[in-house]
């Protein structure tokens, strides 16, 4: 009986110590070099990319879903966001944007089966430097440090900007709506995937949900999200878009990604010997953060937005749309 007690106490002390290791080591949003540097730490380790591979996106797993190869989905959804915006009508040479472009491996797809000419860019040196490696010099594939914030290409650079997962990052979602509006070409096509809130300002957040919402912007350097309705708003605030933006909510098809991600760590215990047993405690302490993912996706607390957008076909229809705004 003083065994078992011992032992409970022992379990509580562990658990509370883990718990406290959590929450004191979370990686809050506190600029854009809080988020570099987070990016730069799991690219230099390299367990993320070990267990993730060369999306560090959710996969895609079907309406309803079905079992799949973890990393497979994660290709799979690249093909299936290509088709889902019109991407695959487009032709080759087609100018991409990749914002937000991890270490390329969407940049990659399109480059060798769509025969884009891409862009990546991300906010991460390491990331960059990762995504060349991985890049064969065949592949009409470039990648560049940049800010999502701040674009440092010219207006009307681009036939398509394509963002995977980016936007939680963003301290000022309408900042980001319309630099991504702005270095699309006239008559070019806007898709983006990303993580988003329910929209809660009909129905605030509740009592549970305020905490565990703290925790997943606490926990991946997110200083917010957006609902799929509020970033839609700020898309078409800017002027730039002809017409409305489509959207649809890709929770269902993305939700297994959650829980696979964690099995990755016991279906592939290799990685136990790779990195270590400091490799170890960095992936179980990503674990609590994937199971409040998997519980906000589930509940309808978080929702996986997809958004499409044209440009105004002439820059004079744009900078017309612009001044009524300006009045209004």
């Not at 560049?144 to 650079?157: G, I, K, T």
Request: proline share 5%.
């Amino acid at each position: 009986m003083g065994l078992f007690f011992w032992t409970l106490g022992l379990f509580l002390v562990l658990l509370v110590l883990g718990v406290a290791f959590y929450l004191i080591t979370a990686r809050r949003y506190q600029s854009s070099n809080s988020v570099a540097n987070s990016y730069d730490e799991w690219t230099e380790d390299g367990i993320l990319e070990f267990y993730w591979g060369d999306h560090i996106h959710l996969g895609h797993y079907g309406s309803p879903p079905q079992q799949k190869d973890f990393l497979a989905a994660k290709s799979d959804f690249v093909h299936e966001m290509v088709r889902w915006g019109g991407l695959d009508q487009l032709p080759p040479g087609t100018t991409v944007l990749d914002v937000g472009c991890g270490i390329g491996g969407s940049s990659r797809i399109l480059a060798r089966d769509y025969r884009f000419a891409v862009t990546g860019i991300t906010i991460s040196p390491q990331q960059v430097k990762r995504a060349q490696e991985l890049t064969s010099k065949e592949l009409n594939a470039q990648f560049l440090v940049d800010d999502a914030m701040s674009l440092s290409f010219p207006d009307a650079s681009f036939d398509v900007v394509w963002s995977i997962e980016a936007g939680p990052h963003m301290p000022d979602k309408a900042i980001f709506a319309r630099e991504l509006m702005r270095v699309l070409k006239p008559g070019g096509v806007l898709v983006v995937a990303d993580w988003n809130q329910r929209d809660d300002r009909q129905n605030p957040l509740n009592f549970w949900e305020r905490p565990v919402m703290q925790q997943l912007l606490d926990q991946w350097s997110h200083p917010a999200f957006s609902s799929i309705e509020g970033f839609s708003e700020l898309l078409e605030a800017t002027g730039f878009v002809e017409g409305r933006v489509v959207t649809a909510d890709w929770t269902e098809q993305t939700l297994p990604s959650w829980l696979d991600s964690i099995w990755q760590g016991v279906a592939r215990p290799e990685g136990l010997v790779r990195f270590g047993p400091s490799g170890l405690v960095k992936s179980l302490r990503e674990v609590p953060t994937l199971l409040l993912m998997r519980l906000a996706f589930g509940t309808g607390l978080c929702r996986f937005g997809m958004f499409r957008a044209l440009r105004a076909n002439s820059l004079a229809q744009t900078t017309e749309k612009v001044s009524t705004k300006a009045e209004v």
